[in-house]
């Protein structure tokens, strides 16, 4: 891991083409090995259609994946030229070596609509 990742709140990943018109989980990131994540926040843009309808949570290894960032829905997403920062909860889920920070649409949104996320945060040396 690079000293900025331990350092400075960074950008820990970037996903494009996440999919919020299907309910299964999409995987975000993955706790480096002798690790824990600390995740401030993710930033969502470029949806290629006005979300309406989606509602999205965060997490890590949970059926809900809502143990980061809870379940809601961001309409402000209207095209691709906005962008929406979700803070982790109180209480936020801290990863753990090889946990699974993940999406998951509770609420799809009913046609074809995809995002860019990239997570925020910092990695702890175990």
């Given at each position: 891991?690079?000293?900025?990742?331990?350092?400075?709140?960074?950008?820990l990943?970037?996903?494009?083409?996440?999919?919020?018109?299907?309910?299964?989980?999409?995987?975000?990131?993955?706790?480096?090995?002798?690790?824990?994540?600390?995740?401030?926040?993710?930033?969502?843009?470029?949806?290629?259609?006005?979300?309406?309808?989606?509602?999205?949570?965060?997490?890590?290894?949970?059926?809900?994946?809502?143990?980061v960032i809870?379940?809601?829905?961001?309409?402000e997403?209207?095209?691709?030229?906005?962008?929406?920062?979700?803070?982790?909860?109180?209480?936020?889920?801290?990863?753990?070596?090889?946990?699974?920070?993940?999406?998951?649409?509770?609420?799809?949104?009913?046609?074809?609509?995809?995002?860019s996320?990239?997570?925020?945060?910092?990695?702890?040396?175990?």
């Open positions: 891991m690079s000293a900025l990742n331990e350092n400075a709140v960074t950008v990943s970037r996903t494009t083409g996440v999919d919020l018109n299907s309910a299964v989980a999409t995987e975000l990131m993955r706790v480096p090995y002798g690790f824990k994540a600390i995740i401030n926040s993710v930033v969502i843009y470029g949806a290629d259609t006005s979300l309406t309808t989606a509602s999205y949570s965060f997490g890590y290894n949970d059926p809900d994946y809502d143990n809870a379940n809601a829905t961001h309409t997403l209207v095209d691709a030229t906005v962008l929406v920062r979700l803070p982790a909860k109180a209480g936020a889920k801290i990863g753990v070596s090889g946990d699974q920070f993940k999406i998951i649409a509770n609420t799809v949104q009913g046609a074809a609509a995809t995002v996320i990239d997570v925020l945060g910092y990695l702890i040396k175990n």
